[in-house]
């Protein structure tokens, strides 16, 4: 089956970066998405990788290296707002749902 | 953004009651999913649908069942709510399109916050 691995917490200042990682091991590989979810809220769609390398949103940068079975979350320029879970997430063997990590909570304080 | 509504948004029941949720689209996409949260747990996989009559099980399936007879709504019901299915209930959407850049995003619905007593 699918099993994800995330730190739980992650603590950071305002205008500093952050490097969330995620480990995985997956009968089939599809691609690592990752979700942001503020307290009370639903998850969001932050990032999609599919192949190795580096992919960049604005302050968001995702990053795949599938011979490492091995991802991350990279934020830069942390605000206060960015303090939220953040979840990876791996479709399951037969590519059709997603498999969520148990997710990291990010706390920013200034 | 997608329109996904999810209702009730709170529910307390006694245990040993039926209760069914409900999630309705309007985006006309394929697959519709019913995760549960629960502190420490994150994000798991009830049951999914592919299609109109279209369901599969997820991790944590035992306990509830789905239907889905119209491509726009999916429906979850506990058969007999028991104090462990208390959990938040989140509904999710997608359509992963075609190509080469196909979008595997979910968008989820607010969530139904479940209280069994």
């Known amino acids: 089956g699918q099993s994800l691995e995330q730190p739980s917490e992650v603590t950071a200042v305002e205008g500093a970066i952050v490097q969330m990682n995620c480990t995985y091991q997956?009968?089939?590989?599809?691609?690592l998405s990752w979700y942001q979810q503020h307290d009370g809220g639903a998850p969001t769609f932050l990032s999609y990788?599919?192949?190795?390398g580096l992919e960049e949103t604005g302050r968001f940068s995702s990053f795949l290296s599938r011979s490492d079975s091995y991802g991350y979350l990279l934020l830069q320029e942390l605000q206060m707002k960015d303090s939220a879970s953040y979840f990876c997430?791996?479709?399951?063997?037969?590519?059709?749902?997603?498999?969520f990590g148990k997710g990291t909570t990010l706390s920013v304080s200034s | 953004d997608a329109g996904i509504t999810q209702s009730p948004r709170h529910k307390v029941t006694e245990t040993g009651t039926p209760v069914t949720l409900r999630c309705h689209q309007t985006?006309?996409?394929?697959?519709m999913y019913w995760y549960r949260q629960d502190p420490g747990h994150g994000l798991r996989l009830i049951h999914y649908?592919?299609?109109?009559?279209?369901?599969d099980k997820g991790e944590v399936s035992d306990g509830y069942s789905v239907s889905r007879s119209k491509t726009e709504d999916f429906l979850l019901t506990l058969e007999s709510a028991t104090s462990s299915q208390t959990s938040v209930y989140f509904c999710?959407?997608?359509?992963?399109?075609?190509?080469?850049?196909?979008?595997?995003?979910?968008?989820f619905g607010s969530g139904t916050r479940l209280t069994v007593v």
């Open positions: 997430a791996v479709f399951n063997q037969a590519g059709t749902a997603l498999i």
């Open positions: 999710a959407i997608s359509d992963p399109g075609t190509g080469a850049r196909a979008n595997y995003g979910y968008t």
């Open positions: 985006e006309n996409h394929r697959y």
């Open positions: 649908s592919y299609g109109v009559k279209d369901t």
């Open positions: 990788n599919a192949l190795d």
């Open positions: 997956t009968s089939g590989f599809y691609g």
